[in-house]
Every structure is written in structure tokens, then in C-alpha cells.
């Protein structure tokens, strides 16, 4: 069977204006506000923001549907084709007239491309003030799992040491065209006026992070000793945490894991 490009893209278009309206409610776009969507499709999402007044910068991946939908010559509405894990998305709003200063997202993420866009809101944490996301299911279970859970991953730890990060309600299948195979949720993060932890060298951490869950049946030590990190610091860390020296990585508060990579730098 030949895939099509959509399918191909990972592209379910939410058909649901009930669902529609309390997405772009959560959005809460303000007059004259610059709101960064990403995935924008046939624009089912897009038309409800604009009619807030917001000035919308769409960005869509496909070339058929970003003509489709600058053809319909809305006059708040910017659409620019291409990949968006490619642009600079401040830089992007700045270039359409936004004034400097924190910038809100919104969009119905294809499956294929959540991970990364949602590790990039993590990296780009400082130009974000609001992020509100349709994505799957699962997704939506990482990014907001505590310590103890299956679903604690780098990509949630990450995302709530700087944003406040819940899920809003759920969307079954039935309100996509075509129809996927799980269901979807649709998440809120706001970035935290200070966040859960202060960390000198990001890029370490999150090198640090990835490395602690690596293989996640792997004791926390023994994947950090796979990383290369020297294997008495991290026992003397283990030591200083009260950690057992077999402790995996999901069962550490965020607190500890930061803890801990100062522990095993110094």
C-alpha cells in the first residue's frame, strides 16, 4: 500500500469545533498578541485564534495545505512554509512585526515531531511564556509523570523544571480526520516565574539527564559508569543523597537528580 505524504507526516486534522474552541480558550489569545502555531493544516485551529484579534504566525510543513490556507487571505494571519524545528521561533514573531519578549505556542503536533518540538520548548525555555499542545496521549503522561512512574523521562523532567506543566482534558479519536489509532490530550505549560531548580550549565544537565536514563533497566549508577562518568563521584554522591547505591533513575525526585550532577562534576 502506497503512504501517503499526510500519512507519511503523521497529519490527523482536528475536526471537532467543540474541541477547537477550548483549545484556542486555553490559548487565550489577546488583541494584537503574536501566537507561534505550529502545524497549522487547513487552518481549523488557526481560524479561531485570529478571530481573537491575535496576529497569528502559522507555520505548516506542507506545501498544498500552507497555499490552501494562504488563500484564504486572513489579514491577521502569517503563513510561512517549512519545517519549524528549523526556525528560530522568536526571530520568527520578531520578523512579523512581534515586539520583543516572551512568546506563546499553540498547535496540533504531528506524532512524528512532539518529542523534538517538545525537548526545543525545554532548551528554548526563556523565549516561552505559554505553550498549549494537542498531542498524543502518551506524550502528555511523560511530560507531566512524577518520580516512581514508568512515564518519568528526561523529556518531563526537563520541561517542568521550568514550566508548570498539566494535562487539560483528553481527545478521543473519533474527533480527528482521519482517525488515529490512540488517544490524544491536550496539555498547558506555563513557564514558571522561577524555576524548580537553578542550574549553571543547561547543556550538561541535559546530557547528564539523558545519560541517567539511558537503558532504564540499568541501576542509575551503572548507566552513568556507561557514560563515562567516574564511577567514585557517583558512588560518593549515591552516598551523600542516602540514595541506594542500586537506585534507578525514575524513582529520584528532580531535586536529587540536580543534586546529584553537581555531586558527580565536582
Known sequence: ????RRHALGQHFLAAPGILARIAAAVDPQPDEFVLEIGAGRGALTL???ASGAKIVAVEVDPPLAAELRAKQLPNVFVVE??????DWAELLRRHGAPPGPITIAGNLPYSISSPLLFRVAED???IRRVVFLVQRETAERITAGPGSKSFAPLGILLQIYFAVRVLFKVAPGSFVPPPKVDSAVVLLE?????LLRIEDERAFRRFVHACFA??????ANN????GYPQERVAAALSDLGLDPKVRAEQIPIADLSAFHGGVRS
Open 82 to 87: 517549512g519545517d519549524v524545528l528549523l526556525f
Open 191 to 195: 513557564r514558571r516565574e522561577t524555576p
Open 224 to 227: 552513568l559508569a556507561a557514560a
Open 125 to 127: 525555555h526563556q523565549a
Open 1 to 4: 500500500m502506497k503512504t501517503s
Open 215 to 220: 537503558q532504564r533497566r540499568k541501576t542509575l
Open 48 to 50: 479561531p485564534l485570529a
